[in-house]
């Protein structure tokens, strides 16, 4: 046998586990390496509009690719009352809605201590 061939073969062995469907995200971790510690199920956003919602698709579309279900992962979102009223995208795609000051982003979106306390409160991983 040819000395790449069996480099190739277990590079292809490998790949195989990254188009298959797991049953969740700790099987995901756990087959393909990671540390069950390290479980990611449940992310705060401290954003909004745009980058908030492509965010949240993106992983949504890799979560229904992956395990079949696309609230495989759960959405802890930050929203002004500016943003309530305006009926942002992202907050309906929230699963979880957390009110924040309004005002300017230092009162929330940029306010780092705040952002650790409600990532405390929720129990997010990221």
């Known amino acids: 046998m040819?000395?790449?061939?069996?480099?190739?073969?277990?590079?292809?062995?490998?790949n195989v586990n990254l188009h298959r469907r797991?049953?969740?995200?700790?099987?995901?971790?756990?087959?393909?390496?990671?540390?069950?510690?390290?479980?990611?199920?449940k992310v705060l956003i401290a954003n909004n509009g745009v980058g908030a919602v492509k965010a949240i698709r993106s992983i949504r579309r890799w979560a229904y690719e992956?395990?079949?279900?696309?609230?495989?992962?759960?959405?802890?979102?930050?929203?002004?009352?500016e943003d309530l009223r305006s009926n942002a995208e992202y907050i309906r795609m929230g699963d979880i809605i957390v009110d924040?000051?309004?005002?300017?982003?230092?009162?929330n979106y940029a306010n780092v201590t705040l952002i650790v306390e409600l990532a405390r409160l929720h129990g997010v991983h990221a």
Request: glycine share 10%; net charge neutral.
């Open 100 to 107: 924040v000051p309004g005002g300017s982003n230092n009162h």
């Open 66 to 81: 992956v395990f079949g279900d696309e609230r495989a992962i759960s959405f802890v979102v930050m929203a002004t009352p």
């Open 22 to 41: 797991f049953n969740d995200v700790s099987t995901y971790v756990t087959e393909l390496g990671g540390s069950k510690g390290r479980v990611i199920e």
């Open 2 to 14: 040819a000395p790449n061939m069996s480099s190739t073969r277990s590079k292809s062995a490998s």
